[in-house]
Every structure is written in C-alpha cells, then in structure tokens.
Nanobody
Framework: QVQLMESGGGLVQPGGSLRLSCQVSGTFQNWNVMSWYRQAVGKQRELVANIRSSRVRNYADFAKGRFTISRDNAKNTVDLQMNSLKPEDTAVYYC??????????????WGPGTQVTVSS
C-alpha cells in the first residue's frame, strides 16, 4: 500500500520561505515522476514542479527562480523549497507520484495536502 504524507506547510510572511517535504511509504522507490501541485480556493489544481527519475526538473512559470524541487530515492521523499513567497502562492500543496512500468498499469498516488498561507 502506497501512502503519501506532506509536511512543512504553514503561515509565512510575504518574501519568506518554506520547505515542503513528502514522504512516500511502500517498497517502490524509483518513481518515474514525483511532483508538487497546488490548488487555491476557487481555482483548479495546477502543477508547481516535477522531477523525473532522470533528475530532469520541470517548473511552472510562476515557480521558476523561486522554487526548487528535489528528490531522495533512498528515503523515498520529494521536497519543495519555496523562496520569495507571495500572497498568490497561498494554496493547498499536494504531493503526487507516478509510476509506469512496461507491462503493468500505470500508478498514480496523491497525498492529502498541506496548507501554505502567505500573509502579513
């Protein structure tokens, strides 16, 4: 059974930083893609950043230059370092992992989310 649990959310002032971490339980470690999404009130869920097993990273435009995604396969974690936070970054942040193995159905798992609030 695969479970994801995010941590590190909270209240931060504009310009501040937070580091989100996602712990993935289970024996499988080399996920094809590990991602962070976010969903603000009244808006659709959107990709923040992802990192492939090859370590290739992809960022949404709003995250470029401010956010950094990293993964540790040995610990089965994916982190999101967020700097220069803005009020518009306020959202629930979700961890997501994707696995695609030849000959098997693809697998996608989500965490329950962690609230990030940027406010003075």
């Amino acid at each position: 059974q695969v479970q994801l649990m995010e941590s590190g959310g909270g209240l931060v002032q504009p310009g501040g930083s937070l580091r989100l971490s996602c712990q993935v339980s289970g024996t499988f470690q080399n996920w094809n893609v590990m991602s962070w999404y976010r969903q603000a009130v009244g808006k659709q869920r959107e990709l923040v950043a992802n990192i492939r097993s090859s370590r290739v990273r992809n960022y949404a435009d709003f995250a470029k230059g401010r956010f950094t995604i990293s993964r540790d396969n040995a610990k089965n974690t994916v982190d999101l370092q967020m700097n220069s936070l803005k009020p518009e970054d306020t959202a629930v942040y979700y961890c997501h992992v994707h696995r695609a193995v030849v000959g098997l159905p693809t697998s996608d798992y989500w965490g329950p989310g962690t609230q990030v609030t940027v406010s003075s």
